[in-house]
Structures are given as structure tokens and as C-alpha cells.
């Protein structure tokens, strides 16, 4: 070979190197174009963080609030619409009767009959005069209905205690039974040390807890139903020969001054050092408000204070619907979009569910502009050395002015085994054509300009050759 073709030879080499080299990092670089992507925005408000989101916003017009402290609770979206030291502990007096006949509801049957033992009638006797109670007496047969009803609307403390010890012998591991049930359902500032809410500093619990319990009670059981009775008749007992009609002592039900349309169930309380107390629950449109205030200045005005709270958070928030159909073409399009970046790899999609949140909340001028639904792909990065991966791809919802993460895309991705195609439909229509074109074009390419070089390379041997022959015929 003259030294000439070696340089030739060598040229083409180096050549088809450099363009094997920039084909291979053309087909990277896309692959990461497509996997990773910028983050669109910042600043997104998460699930935990949307609790408090809107105590942050700056609104107008927010009612006057006697009581030391209140909260004014969504429950369907779980957030917190307006507060004051919704979270610090106070005596809830007999807002207490709630949690007591949630369990009750839940464990007994209102058919039951509960015979007044030895230890309720002692229990019942060191209850003082000043408490509202029904009368029991030792040996009494009452039903568990009638003990209910008396507890919620004449706040009848001696009907709440022996319901209390019917369930667990004592008032003090029915205590335990309620403090567990108030952390089941997320209180974390509840402590319970009577059954219907004892004037003690040991009995606390916070706003926020209480809108919780309430929220519980009319949201589970037949407390709602219950709570806004009028009027009820306990039939005559083995020690009472007579009826007793009970009326509800809540200006909820009993009053037109403090009538709400949308009032579904609530307690009142009252003791010296708990003030004037009341949890109440209201419902418009499916919507469900949970108001709760603490140390009211006076017996009336903690209605006022809740309707006024009602009325606002109506008026100024919306609570929106999130459903997994408003999301299903972008989950399509993302879940198409990391299908082609697996092709060419030996991974494959092997789960993918979807966890969303029901609702969320917002202020009414945020929503009445719109939103729109986003899928944030910005971390979703896939290890093509993971023999399995999980990717929790946020789902979002955007306002003009806030993101509100709502929910997340959980994708699996497995490797697939080294004989078992996956999806071999997929594979030939797809990733083979692809790849035969891409091979064929770059070829050709090499093909092509091989050529050139071939033709070029002729062209200068014949014109050498013309000039060797010219320059013998000038020598003649």
C-alpha cells in the first residue's frame, strides 16, 4: 500500500469514527431532552401545607370573633379557613359529649338496654348539683337511645357517664377509649379524663381537634339526625313510671334568632373556667363547614359568632372536586412519552396507579378564574441500571397566581427478563423500524461520502496522469 492510499485509508477511518462517535451522542442527547426536564414552576403548595395555606392570604371583610379562640374548618378539602390559636388547649366542657356518643354510636345499638349498676349509681352521686342531669337511679333499665339523646340535647351529664361505663366498665379506661379514638382520627393536642366534660385542667382539647371529633360524628354516624331534634320523649322505666320529654337546649334548633338553614349538628358547653363553648357543623351545596369556638363572651353571641364564620367561608372560599378524568390525557400522554424513552432500553412500565386528592380549597376570586391541570415531569428521572424503580410523578393544579399539588402518578418500572419480550408488538413496529432507519440513513451517509472521496481521489490520479503525459510531449 503507498504511503499516499495509507493516508487515504486512515483519513476514512478517522472519519467514519468521528461520525459513529456524533451518532451515538446525537441519540443521548435526545434520550436526555426528553427525560429530563426544567421545572416549570416553583412553589408549589402541598398537600400538608395546604391545611394552612389560606390563613396566609390577605382578605377582606373577616367577621369579628368574640370567643379567645376559634376555627373555622373545611372538611372536605381539610383546611383551615380562618383561626385564632386554633391549636393551644382549653377545656371543651361538654363539647366532650361528642367523642362520648361517637363511640357509642359506633359500639352499641340503640336498642340496647343499660341497666344502672352499683358503680354508675356512685359514679353518677359525686357528679354535682350544679351539672345538668337526667336522674338515674341504681338499678334503672334505660335503652342506649334514650341515654344519647339526653347526652346531645339536654346535655344530660349523668346519661353521657353511664354510657361511658357501659362500654368499658370505668370512666377512666373510657377515657382511654376516647383518647385513642382522637388520635386515630388525627387530633394531636387531646387529652380526655371525663366522659362528659368535668371542669378539670386534665379535660382539654383545641379548636382544630374538636372540628376534627365533630367532623367524625356527623360525617360516620346518625349524630347529625340526632343533634337536630326538637323535641323527644323517654318512655317510663322500671323506676320512673311517668315519660319524660326532653327539649334541645341548642339555639341551633330551638330558636328562630339563631335558626341556620344549614346547621346539621353541633354541642353547646359551659363551665366557669371553659366559658361559653360550641361546635357546630353546617352543609350547603355538599360543602362541609366545621366552626368551632372557645370562651365565648356570652351564651348568644357564640351562635353569632358560627353563622357569622358559616356565611364568610361560603361566601369567600370554593371548595373544588378534583377527579382523575381531568387528568387522564396528560397521564396518557406522559405514560406514551416514557414508553418511547424505554423502547430502546430493556425496562418496561410494569404498574401505574394514580393517588389523587378528593378536594381542595382556594379563595372564591382565584377560582372563578380558572385553572388548568399539569403533570410536573421535572425529577422524574429513570436509572437505566435500576432493576426496579418507582416514580412519583407530582399531579398539579395551576391558578393564575398558585400551584396546588393535588395528587401523584406512581409508575413502576421493572427490567425485563433476559428471554421474555414484554411487548414484542411494540418492539417490532417501533423500535425496529426506527432503528433500521436510522442505520440505513447513516450508511448511506458513509456510502455517499466515500464516494466523493473515491471520485475525488480518481479525479486527481487521471489529472496526474494527463500531466506526466503532457510534460513527455513538451519534452519531445
Given amino acids: 500500500m503507498t504511503a499516499k492510499r495509507l493516508k487515504i485509508s486512515t483519513f476514512l477511518l478517522v472519519l467514519l469514527m468521528a461520525l459513529t462517535s456524533l451518532y451515538s451522542f446525537a441519540g443521548a442527547r435526545v434520550q436526555a431532552d426528553e427525560t429530563y426536564q426544567d421545572d416549570p414552576n416553583d412553589g408549589i403548595v402541598t398537600a400538608s401545607e395546604r391545611k394552612t395555606d389560606l390563613l396566609g392570604e390577605i382578605m377582606a371583610d373577616v367577621p369579628p370573633v368574640s370567643a379567645s379562640s376559634y376555627v373555622l374548618f373545611d372538611a372536605n378539602s381539610g383546611s383551615i379557613l380562618l383561626g385564632k390559636d386554633y391549636d393551644v388547649q382549653k377545656e371543651p366542657a361538654s363539647m366532650t359529649k361528642v367523642m362520648t356518643i361517637l363511640l357509642a354510636l359506633e359500639r352499641l345499638e340503640m336498642t340496647d338496654i343499660v341497666t344502672v349498676n352499683h358503680d354508675m349509681a356512685e359514679a353518677i352521686k359525686a357528679i354535682t348539683e350544679d351539672y345538668v342531669k337526667l336522674g338515674l337511679q341504681e338499678g334503672e333499665e334505660i335503652s342506649v337511645k334514650d341515654l344519647v339523646y339526653a347526652a346531645v340535647l339536654t346535655s344530660a351529664n349523668d346519661a353521657s357517664l353511664a354510657l361511658g361505663m357501659y362500654i368499658s366498665g370505668t370512666e377512666e379506661a373510657f377515657c382511654e377509649l376516647m383518647n385513642a379514638k382522637a388520635s386515630e382520627i388525627g ?16 379535660n382539654v382539647t383545641t379548636p382544630y381537634d374538636m372540628a376534627l371529633i365533630l ?11 340526632i343533634a337536630k331534634t326538637l323535641n323527644y320523649t323517654i318512655n317510663a322505666t322500671n323506676k320512673y313510671s311517668s315519660v319524660r320529654e326532653i327539649t334541645n337546649a341548642n339555639r341551633f334548633v330551638n330558636t328562630t334568632k339563631f335558626s341556620y338553614e344549614y346547621y346539621i349538628g353541633g354541642k353547646t358547653g359551659f363551665t366557669n373556667t371553659a366559658g361559653y363553648t360550641l361546635c357546630a357543623a353546617a352543609k350547603k351545596n355538599n360543602r362541609l363547614l366545621i366552626g368551632c369556638v372557645f370562651n365565648a363572651t356570652s351564651a348568644d353571641v357564640r351562635y353569632s359568632d358560627l353563622i357569622s364564620l358559616f356565611d364568610y367561608g361560603y361566601a369567600n372560599f370554593a371548595t373544588v372536586e378534583i377527579t382523575e378524568s381531568e387528568f387522564t390525557p396528560l397521564i ?9 424513552l424505554l423502547s430502546d432500553t430493556n425496562l418496561y412500565i410494569s404498574e ?6 378528593r378536594y381542595i380549597t382556594t379563595t372564591s376570586s382565584r377560582a372563578q378564574l380558572g385553572s388548568t391541570n399539569r403533570i410536573d415531569l421535572s425529577n422524574a428521572l429513570i436509572d437505566t441500571s435500576a432493576e426496579q424503580q418507582v416514580l412519583e410523578i407530582p399531579l398539579c393544579k395551576v391558578y393564575s397566581d398558585k400551584t396546588y399539588l393535588v395528587g401523584t402518578l406512581v409508575v413502576r418500572i421493572d427490567k425485563k427478563s433476559g428471554v421474555v419480550e414484554i411487548n414484542p408488538e411494540k418492539k417490532t413496529n417501533l423500535t425496529s423500524v426506527r432503528s433500521i432507519l436510522i442505520t440505513f440513513a447513516v450508511l448511506s451517509g458513509l456510502i455517499l461520502l466515500l464516494v466523493i472521496v473515491l471520485l475525488i481521489f480518481r479525479a486527481r490520479i487521471i489529472k496526474r496522469r494527463r500531466d506526466e503525459v503532457t510534460k513527455r510531449a513538451n519534452m519531445l
Fill in 352 to 357: 401505574q396507579r394514580v393517588v389523587l386528592d
Fill in 332 to 340: 396518557d400522554e406522559a405514560h406514551g412519552q416514557m414508553e418511547d
Fill in 215 to 225: 367532623n367524625e360524628a356527623v360525617s360516620n354516624t346518625n349524630y347529625s339526625e
Fill in 187 to 202: 387530633c394531636l393536642n387531646t387529652h380526655f379524663s371525663s366522659a362528659y366534660g368535668l371542669s378539670t385542667p386534665d
